[in-house]
Structures are given as structure tokens and as C-alpha cells.
């Protein structure tokens, strides 16, 4: 407006962001999109907060519950903890990526099991997202960020959940995901945990650390045996595309299986929606 980059005051529908609130407009596509409401049963979003001893601050984290949840069900659920980019929060998985809406549709479909998803604010200390753009440059900053964050899904958010809700503790029942950062910590955080997570996706990995010995030191031929899923994709017009290659081809000069999906397009949610409606009917499948 007038050269000035501001959002529209009359419109409610918000890309919330720590560092670029922006507006946002859908256009509606065909019903048969998984991001597309249809007149299917919904699941219900939930919102929790509490006192991170970690970080050391007030912490969110969003759970989505699939319709017909029970918390008296025969069998616990499974869950996916789904983690979000840079500069976003908890709830850009919803707000922008509907993830609610493609669980919905898939459910319904029978296309994906019913399952938790969970996610958390994705910092692991202040100073990485106080800095703005400008702190990525620190990297003792962003990897204390990505350790600690390690440490409050693990050691504060797993315990939460599986305390309130109804889900499985077996780590076959177990996935981690996420987009960009969230990418990069799926990765980090579920490669060194083999023993709580079977399921790994990453989309379009930010910040991932280039010396991939140092960062997945527990990788090996033994890996592929102990996981369920390793699915890694990106935009082939995004720019970070090469260092993700690099680290598939590291991965499969280590013996490792895993599913590598390049794809048209760039760094966004067009993108991720698809790699979320793509991973989700993967999971906790019986094995073959």
C-alpha cells in the first residue's frame, strides 16, 4: 500500500508469522484436493500451553484429534509430531497448511489411518527467532536451538501428550515430520532417536548441518532396519534442492533405503500440502 508492505485490515484470513504476519486469499480449487472442506466428519483442534523449563518461557503446542476420536478405543492411537518452518508458529500446520482439513478428507477416504498430530513451537531457545533473519547467520545459536528443541519434544511435549490423550507408546506407532527448520529437526531429532520414532519425513530441509557424519552419527547399514519410512522430498525450484541431494546421496553411501521425491516447485505450502496429503497415507501400515 502507497510502497509499504502491510496486511489487509478487512481480511481475517492470516499467514501468522513471528517475523512476516502476511494475508492470505484461497482460491477453491476442486473438491477432490485433500486441502479442500468437504462434507466429511472433522477432527477437532486442540490448544495447550505450559511452562517450558528448557526455554524458559510460556510453550505452545497444537494437537489435532481425528474424528470419532475415543479415549476408551481398544487400541491407543498413533501419532505424528509435525513441525513447522522458520519463522513460523505452532499453528502454521493449520492455519496454513490444513493439515486438519487433509487428515479430514483422508480419513474419510480410508486412504490414512486415524491419528494424533502434534505441533509444537519448533525453537529450542529465544534467541534464534528474537534475532530475525539476520540471527540465522549465528550458527551456535540455531544448533543450540535445534539440541534444545530436541530436548522439549522429547523430555516435556511426548510425556504431555501421552499422558492426556490416548495414544500408543510404541515407537512403531511414532512419527516425526516437518517442513524447512522442522525438516531439518525431524531429521536430526528422529535419526538420533531410532528407539521413539519409525517414521521420518522431511520436506524441503532449512538449515540442515553440511558435515552429515557430525549430525547423524548413528546412521549406518543397520539404519534401513529399524526404520519404517524415510521420505524426503523438495521443490526442484527451490534453492535449497542441492544440499538436500547431497545429503540423500550421503544417505544411500550409507546403505540406508529411503524415498526421495524432488518435485515442481518452490519454498511453500503449495508444496508442503502435498507432501503432508503424500506422507500421511505411509504411515502405520502394517509391514508387508
Same mark, same amino acid.
Not at 136 to 141: Q, S
Not at 160 to 174: L, M, P
Not at 258 to 272: E, I, K, Y
Given at each position: 500500500?502507497?510502497?509499504?508492505?502491510?496486511?489487509?485490515?478487512?481480511?481475517?484470513?492470516?499467514?501468522?508469522?513471528?517475523? #512476516?504476519?502476511?494475508?492470505?486469499?484461497?482460491?477453491?480449487?476442486?473438491?477432490?484436493?485433500?486441502?479442500?472442506?468437504?462434507?466429511?466428519?472433522?477432527?477437532?483442534?486442540?490448544?495447550?500451553?505450559?511452562?517450558?523449563?528448557?526455554?524458559? @518461557?510460556?510453550?505452545?503446542?497444537?494437537?489435532? =484429534?481425528?474424528?470419532?476420536?475415543?479415549?476408551?478405543?481398544?487400541?491407543?492411537?498413533?501419532?505424528?509430531?509435525?513441525?513447522?518452518?522458520?519463522?513460523?508458529?505452532?499453528?502454521?500446520?493449520?492455519?496454513?497448511?490444513?493439515? #486438519?482439513?487433509?487428515?479430514?478428507?483422508?480419513?474419510?477416504?480410508?486412504?490414512?489411518?486415524?491419528?494424533?498430530?502434534?505441533?509444537?513451537?519448533?525453537?529450542?531457545?529465544?534467541?534464534?527467532?528474537?534475532?530475525?533473519?539476520?540471527?540465522?547467520?549465528?550458527?551456535?545459536? *540455531?544448533? @543450540?536451538?535445534?539440541?534444545?528443541?530436541? @530436548?522439549?519434544?522429547?523430555?516435556?511435549?511426548?510425556?504431555?501428550?501421552?499422558?492426556?490423550?490416548?495414544?500408543? =507408546?510404541?515407537?512403531?506407532?511414532?512419527?516425526?515430520?516437518?517442513?524447512?527448520?522442522?525438516?531439518?529437526?525431524?531429521?536430526?531429532?528422529?535419526?538420533?532417536?531410532?528407539?521413539?520414532?519409525? *517414521?521420518?519425513?522431511?520436506?524441503?530441509?532449512?538449515?540442515?548441518?553440511?558435515?552429515?557424519?557430525?549430525?547423524?552419527?548413528?546412521?549406518?547399514?543397520?539404519?534401513?532396519?529399524?526404520?519404517?519410512?524415510?521420505?524426503?522430498?523438495?521443490?526442484?525450484?527451490?534453492?535449497?534442492?542441492?544440499?538436500?541431494?547431497?545429503?540423500? @546421496?550421503?544417505?544411500?553411501?550409507?546403505?540406508?533405503?529411503? =524415498?526421495?521425491?524432488?518435485?515442481?516447485? =518452490?519454498?511453500?505450502?503449495?508444496?508442503?500440502?502435498?507432501?503432508?496429503?503424500?506422507?500421511?497415507?505411509?504411515?502405520?501400515?502394517?509391514?508387508?
Amino acid at each position: 500500500m502507497d510502497g509499504l508492505h502491510t496486511i489487509d485490515p478487512a481480511n481475517p484470513l492470516l499467514k501468522y508469522n513471528l517475523l #512476516n504476519t502476511d494475508s492470505q486469499v484461497h482460491v477453491p480449487g476442486p473438491a477432490t484436493l485433500p486441502w479442500e472442506i468437504n462434507n466429511v466428519p472433522h477432527g477437532v483442534i486442540h490448544r495447550h500451553l505450559y511452562r517450558s523449563a528448557i526455554v524458559g @518461557d510460556e510453550h505452545p503446542f497444537v494437537v489435532y =484429534t481425528p474424528p470419532g476420536y475415543d479415549p476408551m478405543a481398544k487400541v491407543p492411537y498413533p501419532v505424528l509430531y509435525l513441525l513447522h518452518g522458520y519463522s513460523d508458529a505452532e499453528d502454521a500446520w493449520v492455519s496454513v497448511g490444513r493439515a #486438519n482439513i487433509i487428515l479430514d478428507n483422508l480419513i474419510a477416504q480410508g486412504k490414512a489411518k486415524p491419528m494424533l498430530i502434534v505441533m509444537p513451537l519448533g525453537y529450542g531457545n529465544k534467541e534464534v527467532i528474537a534475532n530475525g533473519w539476520a540471527g540465522l547467520r549465528k550458527t551456535g545459536v *540455531w544448533q @543450540d536451538s535445534i539440541e534444545k528443541f530436541r @530436548d522439549v519434544l522429547i523430555k516435556e511435549v511426548i510425556p504431555q501428550v501421552e499422558k492426556v490423550y490416548h495414544v500408543s =507408546t510404541d515407537r512403531n506407532a511414532r512419527a516425526i515430520a516437518g517442513l524447512s527448520m522442522g525438516g531439518t529437526q525431524s531429521l536430526f531429532i528422529g535419526l538420533n532417536a531410532l528407539d521413539r520414532f519409525a *517414521w521420518i519425513g522431511a520436506f524441503s530441509s532449512g538449515g540442515l548441518d553440511a558435515n552429515f557424519e557430525k549430525a547423524y552419527p548413528a546412521v549406518n547399514e543397520s539404519t534401513s532396519a529399524q526404520l519404517r519410512l524415510l521420505w524426503i522430498a523438495c521443490g526442484q525450484q527451490d534453492g535449497l534442492l542441492g544440499l538436500n541431494q547431497k545429503l540423500v @546421496d550421503w544417505f544411500k553411501s550409507k546403505g540406508v533405503k529411503l =524415498t526421495w521425491v524432488p518435485t515442481p516447485g =518452490t519454498h511453500s505450502f503449495t508444496v508442503w500440502r502435498r507432501y503432508l496429503a503424500e506422507v500421511t497415507p505411509l504411515l502405520f501400515r502394517d509391514k508387508p
